[in-house]
């Protein structure tokens, strides 16, 4: 089984800049692909990004494109969401996970997930 452990988050004026580190144990992480998500308060967890094993063109969603950016570093087991331009609906906790596909934008592909960090965007 897979631990993953997201670190990170903050509170940050908007337009500022965050980085999000998810550190991945208990599995051959280059065989798993890895996304991001963010739930806000009362809303449904929504796809922020997600990125190959091999680290392969990434996929956003659409209110991030532009303004985000997913790495990782598998000699590390770690995977980093850049975040740039930051706005208030941006606020949310963003967590991180861990799927035996290829790649995938849907949450119930996913099989492991981290608890979760909170970023807050003041305006």
């Known amino acids: 089984q897979v631990q993953l452990v997201e670190s990170g988050g903050g509170l940050v004026q908007a337009g500022g800049s965050l980085r999000l580190s998810c550190a991945a144990s208990?599995?051959?992480?280059?065989?798993?692909?890895m996304g991001w998500f963010r739930q806000a308060s009362g809303d449904k967890r929504e796809f922020v990004g997600c990125?190959?094993?091999?680290?392969?063109?990434?996929v956003y969603g659409d209110s991030v494109k532009g303004r985000f950016t997913i790495s990782r570093d598998n000699a590390e087991s770690a995977v980093y969401l850049h975040m740039n331009s930051l706005k208030p609906e941006d606020t949310a906790v963003y967590y991180c996970?861990?799927?035996?596909?290829?790649?995938?934008?849907?949450?119930?592909?996913?099989?492991?997930w981290g608890q979760g960090t909170q970023v807050t965007v003041s305006s």
């Open positions: 208990g599995g051959t992480f280059r065989n798993y692909a």
């Open positions: 996970a861990a799927s035996a596909r290829l790649i995938s934008v849907a949450k119930a592909d996913y099989d492991y």
């Open positions: 990125i190959t094993g091999s680290g392969g063109t990434p």
